[in-house]
């Protein structure tokens, strides 16, 4: 085994001439944390109907032109300041930034529990999503600077890989649980005992660690960039809801027309006609150029170009992104054919949501293992392929396809997939940042996955909503209405899901090429464990 250097030093900030002893207790304690703020993306979404529903009801009585704020409130902070988050945890300490992430967001989170109205809710959700973006960067760079021998690093690295791959699935599961038999508050409020015992496992478990050398923080930068990732989050998230939206209220009027006997036919208009969509995205491009420019004439920058100018972490970070994308289109779209195409109560759709679960645990595990055996790319390749032929085997399902026949073999594929995908990425995307970038990094990894994400999730409904409108039109064009406008408009929803399915199989098939074309490390590459780690 290689560990890490030994130069000769004393006091608290001495490198550690052994690996730290306590490591993988170390880990047990970070992966519930990282549980916790990917589940977070999800268990809520199940909950919606419940939130939304009038007073009467138990619910916050929030309108459906404000009910995307339950979503966005979050991904826009959690977004947006996340290469913020990976800085603070290098500088001012990364176990420090982790308490402090995980308090803030056990506390955010019972304010969301609490929630009287919707303004309440909405702050809990953003101050959750500024709390994530402290907890989600300095946990994986505390897996980098506390694993240095490759093999040990690997194992890590597919602890973390079969959380994020499989972590969205779990929270559909235990939202549906928490929805159906205790109330929508407690997705919440579950988040509270699994934060407390993190951080009293964390206090005697957890070493310090910070970044050497130089620590100031780059103010503009940081400014700059959290704008610019927030404005582009928001966005593109405005395209997909302005697409709902429309979609909606086409679908609405054609039911209504049908129902009269008029064959009149009401196209929704695209969300990417929203002008204010397109002004936020051009405006978080710009800020975003402005950040690249101001971080290669400062002396100390939030985000060192070298980071993303690695040709090996770049191609990773791309991938990344791609595959943030691409995975938007299984859990947003297959979580909506279970409930309104098949019928499934929240419970069991989100126990239908398991096998991608059951297939990144199987991958991750054997991924873990492969990697210093055969090198990142070889596994990154191979699991984006079966990731998209996972979805391309969902786009096939039909009104009543049963769930044996098509969803369960599609997802087991994609959690496959995802495991191979997601472990090799994180190894990859971090190693040889070095000690002092670690934090940067790692909130590198999580921002490109969330930006994936919110623009994934823009394009797939998009294309969705158009083909479900082009399905629809065909429908009206035969020259008859329908004589089961309700059955017709379903068929027209399975259309665009399918679509959705196809297209994000497309764009993970284009992200195991860029990993292919980009990516030239081998075993071989891997570091050794050579960094100094200081840890006190």
């Known amino acids: ?11 608290p900030d001495a490198p550690a001439a052994e690996p730290y002893e306590k490591r993988w207790l170390a880990l047990g304690v970070i992966a519930m944390t990282v ?13 919606l109907p419940a939130v939304s529903a009038p007073e009467s009801a138990g619910g916050l009585d929030i309108s459906a032109a404000t009910q995307q704020w339950i979503v966005t409130a979050y991904t826009l902070t959690f977004g947006g300041f996340l290469l913020l988050g990976g800085r603070i945890a290098d500088f001012w300490g990364r176990k420090r930034t982790y308490l ?3 308090a803030g967001f056990a506390v955010a989170s019972a304010f969301g529990g609490l929630a009287q109205n919707e303004a309440m809710l909405f702050g809990a959700r953003a101050l959750q999503g500024v709390f994530g973006a402290l907890l989600a960067p300095a946990s994986l760079a505390l897996l980098t600077v506390l694993f240095t021998d490759p093999r040990e690093r690997a ?17 559909l599961l235990l939202g549906g649980v928490l929805t159906e038999y205790a109330d929508w508050r407690w997705c919440f409020w579950v988040n509270l005992p699994v934060a407390l015992l993190a951080i009293a496992l964390a206090i005697p478990f957890v070493p310090e660690s910070k970044a050497p050398g130089d620590t100031r923080y ?83 920058p939030l985000l060192p170009m070298r980071i993303v100018l690695d040709r090996n972490r770049g191609g990773a970070y791309l991938t990344s992104t791609l595959v ?36 990144v645990f199987l991958s991750a595990g054997a991924a873990s293992a492969l990697v210093p055996r055969v090198g990142p790319k070889p596994l990154m390749v191979l699991g984006g392929l079966l990731a998209a032929a996972g979805l391309f085997t969902l786009s096939f399902v039909g009104l009543d396809t049963g769930f044996w026949q098509l969803p369960f073999p599609g997802q087991l594929l994609l959690g496959l997939g995802l495991g191979f995908t997601f472990v090799p990425l994180s190894n990859l995307a971090l190693v040889g940042a070095g000690e002092h970038d670690a934090g940067a990094a790692s909130a590198m990894l999580n921002a490109t ?35 089961d406008p309700a059955a017709a408009g379903l068929a027209a929803q399975v259309e665009g899901y399918t679509t959705a399915f196809t297209w994000a199989a497309g764009l993970l098939v284009l992200g195991a090429l860029v990993a292919g074309l980009l990516i030239k490390a081998t075993k071989d590459d891997i570091p050794t464990g050579d960094t100094v780690v200081h840890v006190g």
């Open 1 to 11: 085994m290689t560990h890490p250097s030994s130069t000769p030093a004393t006091g």
């Open 35 to 47: 549980l916790l703020v990917i589940l977070d993306a999800t268990i809520v979404n199940i909950a």
């Open 100 to 102: 402090v992430g995980a």
């Open 155 to 171: 194992k890590a690295f597919g602890v973390y890989g079969a959380i994020a791959g499989g972590g969205s699935a779990v929270g």
């Open 218 to 300: 780059d103010i503009p930068g940081a400014i700059v960039i959290t704008l610019g990732l927030a404005a582009i989050v928001y966005g593109f998230t405005r395209v997909a809801e302005a697409s709902q939206s429309n979609a909606a209220d086409a679908a609405a009027a054609n039911q209504q027309a049908a129902a009269q006997g008029n064959p009149a036919l009401v196209t929704p208009d695209s969300g990417w006609t929203d002008g204010l969509a397109w002004l936020f995205i051009v405006g978080g491009l710009v800020l975003v150029a402005l950040f690249v420019l101001l971080e290669l004439r400062t002396r100390n």
């Open 324 to 359: 943030g994308a691409g995975l938007i289109g299984a859990f947003f779209f297959l979580s909506l054919y279970f409930q309104l195409v098949l019928g499934y109560e929240p419970l069991v759709a989100g126990l239908a949501s398991l096998p991608t679960t059951l297939g």
């Open 449 to 483: 996955q969330q930006v994936g994400a919110s623009i994934g999730t823009a394009v797939l409904v998009s294309l969705s909503v158009g083909a479900a409108s082009a399905y629809t039109a065909d429908v009206f064009s035969s020259g008859a209405p329908p004589q």
